[in-house]
């Protein structure tokens, strides 16, 4: 049984009234859903209020989930919409930090070299990298740096994070490409690739 089954049962469950069944759902997802608003809150004790009002909300609104959509995908979307909603009444825009790290940074093609060799240079190298892809990621519209770190961050499909982001697939489609080409941009004069190179 795949982990959308087991999901969609444990909600059944919970729909039936069986607490421990969404508390199974919460302790599965709560550190993704944790890692996911961090890139939109930046101070972790936001982040973990932010976190337990999706919850919450997730739990009010479990009677009108019919399984249309996996589970997270619902849940992501939720979480996303609190954040935002949270910063507003916060009076504060969305953050542009992402934390990216090294390990981030590798997942880029181009810095294959960094996983093979532990030399200063490759660690200068990778900090680098980081630091670009960080810069880049911060100057990325928020609609933009939500697609691009539901993709490569959280490992969602496209169709997941069109639903997540209550948009087309092809305008997902359009905003990490857009995303990915203008990180590519900052980090094309670094790895010396070429302009015409795709990532």
């Known amino acids: 049984m795949g982990d959308r089954e ?3 049962q444990l909600v059944v469950r919970a729909q039936r009234g069986d607490k421990r069944a969404f508390e199974l759902l919460v302790a599965k997802y709560q550190r993704k859903l944790g890692r996911l608003l961090s890139r939109l809150v930046r101070d972790p004790a936001e982040v973990e209020d932010v976190t337990q009002e999706a919850f919450i ?21 939720i979480a996303i919409n609190t ?3 949270y910063l507003v009444a916060m009076g504060r825009r969305a953050p542009t930090s992402t934390g ?3 390990e981030d940074a590798e997942s880029f093609e181009d810095a294959e070299q960094l996983r093979d060799s532990a030399t200063p240079e490759a660690e200068l190298l990778g900090k680098q990298i980081a630091a670009t892809v ?7 519209p928020d ?3 939500t697609a691009i770190t539901l993709r490569e961050i959280e490992g969602l499909s496209y169709e997941e994070i069109a639903s997540v982001m209550n948009c087309p697939i092809g305008t997902v489609r359009s905003r990490i490409f857009r995303a990915r080409e203008s990180i590519a941009a900052e980090l094309r004069p670094l790895l010396g690739t070429d ?3 795709r990532w």
């Open 134 to 140: 960080n810069r880049a990621m911060e100057q990325l």
């Open 195 to 197: 302009e015409n190179r």
């Open 100 to 102: 990216f790290d090294h």
């Open 6 to 8: 087991v999901d969609q």
């Open 57 to 77: 909300k997730a739990y009010r609104a479990l009677p009108s989930f019919r399984g249309d959509s996996a589970f997270y995908t619902w849940l992501y979307r």
């Open 83 to 85: 954040a935002k909603n």
């Open 143 to 145: 609609d933009l740096r």
